[in-house]
């Protein structure tokens, strides 16, 4: 299987149809793993306001489409993830929260990828990461990306696609 380089995604799929196919990979699985409802997901051109304390979790997309998706929580929406998804309210140990979060990138990756290829064509995915952001870990988006802030009650978090 042939991967598809950025600037041939960018001509197959538009901007607009790798907009349309994260929003919904996300807010599906945020209703069906984490029972949080989506309330807006507006496109941005950065990643704003970053805290060193957010999860940032990503993974590689290696075929057909090559790429990398990525998430950023606040330590705020994490604890609440957590809270419905493991059904405890106390303190959890950094590597269960980090393979939960590994889990709902895994869906929300399989969910997008989904909504772009074939029934019959195969993808493939790395193994997603998880850590905490900070100065030296986040890296500038390239041209081709798309970055959403979706809210859900009163808290953001960010999803980007990063064409490579």
Not at 7 to 22: C, F, R, S
Not at 90 to 98: A, G, K, R, V
Not at 127 to 132: G, S, T
Request: with cysteine; aromatic share 10%; proline share 2%.
């Amino acid at each position: 299987m042939k991967s598809i380089s950025a600037g041939e995604v960018a001509m197959v799929y538009n901007m607009t149809i790798l907009n349309q196919a994260l929003k919904q990979a996300v807010s599906y699985s945020f209703a069906n793993l984490v029972f949080l409802h989506i309330d807006s997901a507006e496109q941005k051109k950065k990643i704003e306001s970053l805290k060193s304390d957010d999860y940032w979790i990503t993974v590689d997309f290696i075929e057909p489409i090559k790429g990398k998706l990525g998430l950023i929580f606040a330590n705020g929406l994490t604890s609440e993830i957590m809270e419905t998804v493991v059904d405890s309210r106390s303190s959890l140990p950094d590597d269960m929260i980090e393979e939960t979060l590994k889990e709902i990138q895994n869906t929300i990756a399989g969910r997008f990828l989904a909504n772009l290829v074939s029934n019959e064509e195969q993808f493939r995915i790395g193994f997603p990461e998880c850590q905490r952001v900070n100065n030296k870990t986040f890296s500038e988006l390239n041209g081709h990306s798309i970055v959403i802030e979706f809210s859900t009650y009163d808290t953001q978090f960010y999803a980007y696609f990063q064409l490579q």
